[in-house]
């Protein structure tokens, strides 16, 4: 199974930057990375993925080593509103089965 | 509204009992998966649908459950002679190769 590592929680100040850790070096080189959230009670909910290069969209932004061994999704100014479980998601190799691990439970400090 | 509707929201059943859930995903998801999440974990593969042909199970998964996608629209999850370790939270997503929306989930309890 395609494996990544994230440290289980992190807290955040509101309105700082909040830089997400995601170890996968088992990655294989045509799979993306991907990153989801999910609030309480309710379903992940996509938030960013890359292959290479730096993604940037409203929500975050991803970057991605150079080697793809790692990645780190950066939310730019937290709110409240971003307190979840963030995961970083690989696709298992040759399979159509996304792997998710338990995730980093992020807090968000007013 | 994220697109992908699932029914009932919780389900109590008895152990032996058969449950079934329901995902309604839009018409331009051509991919659909079910997931099962315990508390404290994340989401666990369960099956995926591209269209209406069922392309992947996980080995994990007894032949208790079997999941349908008629016409590649709705799917179904049916779960036979309901055990305690099923009780759990059944999310399905929809999607196409850009990216998947997930539904809100059914939570199953078993008594």
């Known amino acids: 199974d395609a494996k990544t590592t994230q440290p289980n929680s992190m807290e955040s100040n509101e309105e700082e930057p909040v830089h997400l850790p995601c170890n996968h070096s088992?990655?294989?080189?045509?799979?993306?990375i991907h990153w989801y959230r999910q609030l309480p009670s309710q379903g992940p909910e996509y938030v960013i993925h890359g292959l290479t290069s730096n993604v940037n969209n409203r929500m975050a932004s991803l970057a991605i080593a150079e080697d793809r061994k790692s990645s780190t999704l950066i939310l730019h100014r937290a709110t409240l509103r971003d307190a979840a479980v963030y995961y970083c998601?690989?696709?298992?190799?040759?399979?159509?089965?996304?792997?998710f691990g338990t995730g980093t439970r992020l807090k968000v400090l007013a | 509204d994220t697109g992908v509707s699932q029914n009932p929201r919780h389900k109590i059943t008895k152990r032996g009992q058969n449950v079934t859930f329901r995902c309604d995903p839009i018409s331009e998801h051509n991919r659909l998966y079910w997931y099962r999440q315990t508390l404290g974990q994340g989401p666990e593969f369960l099956t995926y649908f591209q269209n209406e042909a069922q392309l992947e199970k996980s080995r994990l998964l007894s032949d208790r459950f079997s999941a349908e996608r008629p016409k590649g629209s709705f799917s179904t999850l049916e779960i036979q002679r309901t055990e305690q370790g099923d009780s759990a939270m059944y999310l399905c997503?929809?999607?196409?190769?850009?990216?998947?929306?997930f539904g809100s989930g059914t939570r199953l309890t078993v008594v």
């Open positions: 998601i690989l696709r298992d190799g040759g399979t159509y089965k996304y792997i």
């Open positions: 997503a929809g999607g196409t190769h850009y990216g998947y929306t």
């Open positions: 088992t990655i294989s080189g045509t799979d993306y």
